[in-house]
Nanobody, 125 residues
Framework: QVQLVESGGGLVQPGGSLRLSCVVS????????IGWFRQAPGKEREGVSC????????YYADSVKGRFTISRDKEKNTVYLQMSSLKPEDTAVYYC??????????????????WGHGTQVTGSS
């Protein structure tokens, strides 16, 4: 049974940092890319970052380049999203997801077959 469980969200002041975790089970990170997405109230879900199964390919949305870093620990079956210099507009529910096909990753929601339930990130002022 494929499962993805996010954690690490919370309330953070502008300029602060958070690290999100996505613990996966039911498949191996050796074969599937993982993406991070977010959805703010009243907006569509958007791709934030992804990492391929080899770890050799990563993607970042323009809005987070230079501030967010994706990484993974295959031993722990976990993918991380380190978020720094957070802005109020980063407020959203953050989801991790597994690609439908092997190896690659994408910023497009349609490419993903399994999703976690999300973790809330709220920027305070």
């Amino acid at each position: 049974q494929v499962q993805l469980v996010e954690s690490g969200g919370g309330l953070v002041q502008p300029g602060g940092s958070l690290r999100l975790s996505c613990v996966v089970s039911g498949f191996t990170l050796n074969y599937y890319g993982i993406g991070w997405f977010r959805q703010a109230p009243g907006k569509e879900r958007e791709g934030v970052s992804c990492i391929s199964s080899s770890g050799g390919t990563t993607y970042y949305a323009d809005s987070v380049k230079g501030r967010f870093t994706i990484s993974r620990d295959k031993e722990k079956n976990t993918v991380y999203l380190q978020m720094s210099s957070l802005k109020p507009e980063d407020t959203a529910v953050y989801y991790c997801a597994r690609m439908a096909r092997f190896y690659s990753c994408s910023g497009a929601t349609r490419e993903y077959a399994y999703w976690g339930h999300g973790t809330q990130v709220t920027g305070s002022s």
